[in-house]
């Protein structure tokens, strides 16, 4: 069964980053996710079960988590989810994977900075591009502080 999926929760592990002897990058973690409801009968928030998932990004996606994401980070993961059987000794079970095609951390819980990524010549891996700073003359406010300015997006 495959399907699309958005989930939010805490990254539970620390990422693991790899790369394959074909190239391919690879970062994988796992994903605690718990539901929090309001109890209007006992007047309090309370927390329903905890999901968990083995989620995985490849490429560029899995590079950039690489240098992004934290063991405890709040984040939002989009992809696809599959179920996989699993069998040991002791028992068997099913896996819950999601196979990212989008993650960013979730900006209900904390503020989080972007710098855009080129690609860089083959081999070097990705390059970071730093913000432009605002001119005086310019108008833009980038400083987050929430100004009446209007941003100037085209930049």
Known sequence: MDERITVTGIVAT???????QDGLAI??????????RYDRERSRWVSGE?????????????LNCEQSLNKGDRIVVAGRLRFRQWQSDAGGGTNAEIDAAAI???????????????????????VPVPAPAPSPESGHDRS??????ALDWSA
């Open 14 to 20: 620390d990422p693991r980053h790899v790369v394959t």
């Open 27 to 36: 970062t994988s973690f796992r994903l605690a996710a718990q539901q929090r």
């Open 50 to 62: 905890t999901h968990w998932y083995s989620v995985s990004a490849f490429r560029r996606l899995a």
């Open 104 to 126: 960013g951390h979730d900006l209900s819980w904390g503020t989080s900075a972007f710098s855009r990524v080129l690609t860089a010549p083959e081999g070097s891996g990705p």
């Open 144 to 149: 987050g502080s929430g100004g009446d300015r």
